[in-house]
Protein backbone atom coordinates (compact mmCIF):
# COMPACT_ATOMS: atom_id res chain seq x y z
CA UNK A 1 0.00 0.00 0.00
CA UNK A 2 1.60 3.24 -0.76
CA UNK A 3 0.69 6.43 0.93
CA UNK A 4 -0.03 9.92 -0.18
CA UNK A 5 -0.03 12.58 2.04
CA UNK A 6 -1.52 16.19 0.69
CA UNK A 7 -0.22 19.45 2.17
CA UNK A 8 -1.41 22.75 1.88
CA UNK A 9 -2.35 25.98 3.36
CA UNK A 10 -6.60 26.20 3.35
CA UNK A 11 -8.09 27.06 0.08
CA UNK A 12 -5.22 25.63 -1.58
CA UNK A 13 -7.02 22.75 -3.54
CA UNK A 14 -5.75 20.03 -1.55
CA UNK A 15 -9.10 18.83 -2.19
CA UNK A 16 -9.53 19.36 -6.18
CA UNK A 17 -5.72 17.10 -6.42
CA UNK A 18 -7.67 14.21 -4.07
CA UNK A 19 -10.54 14.07 -6.43
CA UNK A 20 -8.06 13.80 -9.31
CA UNK A 21 -6.29 11.10 -7.33
CA UNK A 22 -9.72 9.44 -6.82
CA UNK A 23 -10.45 9.00 -10.29
CA UNK A 24 -7.29 6.96 -10.96
CA UNK A 25 -8.75 4.71 -8.21
CA UNK A 26 -7.26 6.09 -5.02
CA UNK A 27 -8.93 5.63 -1.80
CA UNK A 28 -9.39 9.14 -0.21
CA UNK A 29 -9.47 9.78 3.13
CA UNK A 30 -10.96 13.19 3.37
CA UNK A 31 -10.49 14.40 7.23
CA UNK A 32 -13.43 17.45 6.99
CA UNK A 33 -15.80 14.18 6.33
CA UNK A 34 -14.91 12.20 9.27
CA UNK A 35 -15.12 15.49 11.17
CA UNK A 36 -18.84 16.01 9.96
CA UNK A 37 -19.60 12.89 10.89
CA UNK A 38 -18.07 13.13 14.57
CA UNK A 39 -20.28 16.31 15.24
CA UNK A 40 -22.68 14.17 14.65
CA UNK A 41 -22.22 11.68 17.23
CA UNK A 42 -24.51 11.58 20.74
CA UNK A 43 -21.62 11.99 23.33
CA UNK A 44 -19.61 14.69 20.96
CA UNK A 45 -22.29 16.88 20.72
CA UNK A 46 -23.18 16.59 24.54
CA UNK A 47 -20.03 17.32 25.50
CA UNK A 48 -19.65 20.50 23.22
CA UNK A 49 -22.49 21.82 24.34
CA UNK A 50 -21.60 21.46 28.09
CA UNK A 51 -18.52 23.45 27.09
CA UNK A 52 -19.99 26.00 24.75
CA UNK A 53 -23.95 25.80 26.07
CA UNK A 54 -27.12 25.24 23.96
CA UNK A 55 -26.51 28.15 21.71
CA UNK A 56 -23.73 26.48 19.26
CA UNK A 57 -26.38 23.35 18.51
CA UNK A 58 -29.52 24.06 15.97
CA UNK A 59 -33.25 23.35 16.45
CA UNK A 60 -32.70 19.74 15.81
CA UNK A 61 -30.23 19.69 18.30
CA UNK A 62 -27.06 19.04 16.44
CA UNK A 63 -24.02 21.30 16.19
CA UNK A 64 -24.59 24.55 13.99
CA UNK A 65 -21.24 24.61 12.75
CA UNK A 66 -21.66 28.31 11.75
CA UNK A 67 -21.79 28.93 15.21
CA UNK A 68 -18.83 26.91 16.67
CA UNK A 69 -16.86 28.69 14.35
CA UNK A 70 -17.35 31.70 15.11
CA UNK A 71 -16.57 30.09 19.22
CA UNK A 72 -13.13 28.98 18.63
CA UNK A 73 -12.01 31.01 15.35
CA UNK A 74 -11.18 34.63 16.18
CA UNK A 75 -8.00 37.34 17.28
CA UNK A 76 -8.75 36.66 21.09
CA UNK A 77 -7.00 34.79 23.52
CA UNK A 78 -10.58 33.32 24.64
CA UNK A 79 -11.05 31.97 20.58
CA UNK A 80 -7.44 30.30 21.41
CA UNK A 81 -8.67 28.50 24.22
CA UNK A 82 -11.73 27.55 22.87
CA UNK A 83 -10.23 25.95 20.19
CA UNK A 84 -8.10 23.97 21.98
CA UNK A 85 -11.15 22.36 24.28
CA UNK A 86 -12.61 21.52 20.73
CA UNK A 87 -9.76 20.00 19.21
CA UNK A 88 -9.13 17.60 22.64
CA UNK A 89 -13.05 16.53 21.93
CA UNK A 90 -13.07 15.98 18.58
CA UNK A 91 -9.30 15.46 17.26
CA UNK A 92 -8.87 11.90 19.38
CA UNK A 93 -12.07 10.23 17.66
CA UNK A 94 -11.13 11.43 14.37
CA UNK A 95 -7.42 10.09 14.57
CA UNK A 96 -8.60 7.09 15.59
CA UNK A 97 -11.00 6.90 12.66
CA UNK A 98 -8.43 7.76 10.33
CA UNK A 99 -5.84 5.28 11.65
CA UNK A 100 -8.75 2.23 11.59
CA UNK A 101 -9.31 3.25 7.64
CA UNK A 102 -5.63 2.87 7.16
CA UNK A 103 -5.31 -0.54 8.75
CA UNK A 104 -8.69 -1.78 6.73
CA UNK A 105 -7.36 -1.06 3.70
CA UNK A 106 -3.46 -2.32 4.36
CA UNK A 107 -5.35 -5.41 5.37
CA UNK A 108 -7.15 -5.71 2.05
CA UNK A 109 -5.86 -9.47 0.39
CA UNK A 110 -3.11 -8.99 -1.80
CA UNK A 111 -4.32 -11.74 -4.25
CA UNK A 112 -7.71 -12.07 -6.18
CA UNK A 113 -9.92 -15.09 -6.30
CA UNK A 114 -7.94 -16.33 -9.02
CA UNK A 115 -4.68 -16.16 -6.97
CA UNK A 116 -3.55 -12.86 -9.10
CA UNK A 117 -1.60 -10.25 -7.47
CA UNK A 118 -4.08 -7.58 -6.63
CA UNK A 119 -3.95 -4.01 -8.05
CA UNK A 120 -1.66 -1.73 -5.97
CA UNK A 121 -3.71 0.23 -3.14
CA UNK A 122 -2.97 3.73 -3.01
CA UNK A 123 -4.56 6.02 -0.29
CA UNK A 124 -4.64 9.73 0.07
CA UNK A 125 -4.65 11.48 3.48
CA UNK A 126 -6.53 14.41 2.70
CA UNK A 127 -6.39 15.96 6.08
CA UNK A 128 -5.99 19.95 7.22
CA UNK A 129 -2.59 20.17 9.14
CA UNK A 130 -1.48 16.74 8.01
CA UNK A 131 2.18 17.62 9.15
CA UNK A 132 0.99 19.03 12.57
CA UNK A 133 -1.39 16.45 13.60
CA UNK A 134 1.07 13.67 13.15
CA UNK A 135 0.55 11.92 10.00
CA UNK A 136 3.38 12.58 7.61
CA UNK A 137 5.42 9.71 9.09
CA UNK A 138 2.50 7.19 7.58
CA UNK A 139 2.90 8.59 4.63
CA UNK A 140 5.47 7.25 1.65
CA UNK A 141 5.04 10.32 -0.77
CA UNK A 142 4.07 13.88 -0.04
CA UNK A 143 2.47 16.42 -2.31
CA UNK A 144 2.49 19.83 -1.69
CA UNK A 145 -0.62 21.69 -3.19
CA UNK A 146 0.20 25.24 -3.90
CA UNK A 147 -1.34 28.62 -5.37
CA UNK A 148 -0.79 32.41 -5.06
CA UNK A 149 -1.93 34.05 -1.94
CA UNK A 150 -4.38 36.15 -3.89
CA UNK A 151 -6.12 33.24 -5.39
CA UNK A 152 -6.08 31.21 -2.00
CA UNK A 153 -7.66 34.77 -0.04
CA UNK A 154 -10.36 34.70 -3.12
CA UNK A 155 -11.43 31.04 -2.65
CA UNK A 156 -11.95 31.63 1.50
CA UNK A 157 -14.13 34.35 0.74
CA UNK A 158 -15.87 32.28 -1.43
CA UNK A 159 -16.52 30.38 1.14
CA UNK A 160 -17.98 32.95 3.12
CA UNK A 161 -15.48 33.15 5.97
CA UNK A 162 -14.66 36.23 8.02
CA UNK A 163 -10.75 37.65 7.65
CA UNK A 164 -10.97 36.74 11.98
CA UNK A 165 -11.69 32.66 10.58
CA UNK A 166 -9.05 33.30 7.78
CA UNK A 167 -6.25 34.34 10.26
CA UNK A 168 -7.28 32.29 12.73
CA UNK A 169 -6.66 29.06 10.31
CA UNK A 170 -3.84 30.61 9.12
CA UNK A 171 -2.53 30.46 12.67
CA UNK A 172 -3.11 27.48 13.06
CA UNK A 173 -1.16 25.87 10.01
CA UNK A 174 1.85 27.93 11.39
CA UNK A 175 1.49 26.28 14.80
CA UNK A 176 4.05 23.65 15.40
CA UNK A 177 5.13 23.38 11.91
CA UNK A 178 8.24 21.69 10.65
CA UNK A 179 8.59 20.37 7.24
CA UNK A 180 9.26 16.56 7.65
CA UNK A 181 12.44 15.57 6.08
CA UNK A 182 11.39 13.41 3.36
CA UNK A 183 13.78 12.62 0.43
CA UNK A 184 13.52 14.28 -2.53
CA UNK A 185 11.90 11.56 -4.54
CA UNK A 186 9.41 11.05 -2.07
CA UNK A 187 8.24 14.57 -2.47
CA UNK A 188 6.03 16.70 -5.60
CA UNK A 189 4.14 19.71 -5.48
CA UNK A 190 1.02 20.84 -6.98
CA UNK A 191 -0.02 24.10 -8.07
CA UNK A 192 -3.38 24.68 -8.75
CA UNK A 193 -3.57 28.13 -8.99
CA UNK A 194 -4.75 27.60 -12.62
CA UNK A 195 -8.06 25.88 -14.21
CA UNK A 196 -8.75 22.39 -13.42
CA UNK A 197 -6.96 21.27 -16.34
CA UNK A 198 -3.68 22.29 -15.25
CA UNK A 199 -4.34 21.05 -12.10
CA UNK A 200 -4.99 17.78 -13.28
CA UNK A 201 -2.71 17.24 -15.52
CA UNK A 202 -0.42 17.39 -12.55
CA UNK A 203 -1.57 15.24 -10.70
CA UNK A 204 -1.58 12.74 -13.73
CA UNK A 205 1.90 12.71 -13.76
CA UNK A 206 2.43 11.94 -10.34
CA UNK A 207 -0.14 9.18 -10.81
CA UNK A 208 2.32 7.84 -13.58
CA UNK A 209 4.94 7.71 -11.61
CA UNK A 210 3.54 5.46 -8.64
CA UNK A 211 1.84 3.48 -11.53
CA UNK A 212 5.46 2.89 -13.08
Known sequence: MTVIGLIGRIGAGKSTVAQRFATHGAHVIDADHI??????????????????????????????????????????????????????????????????????????????????????????????????????????????????EAIRRQRLAARHWSEAEQAARDAAWERKYAAPTVPPEKRATVDASGDLAYTWSQVDRIWSKLSG
Open 35 to 148: VRDVLRENDVVEQIRTHFGNNVLDDAGQINRRQLADRVFGPAPAHATALAALESIVHPRVHRRIAAALAALQSRPKHGAAGEMAEKTVVVLDVPLLVQAGWADACDRLVTVECP
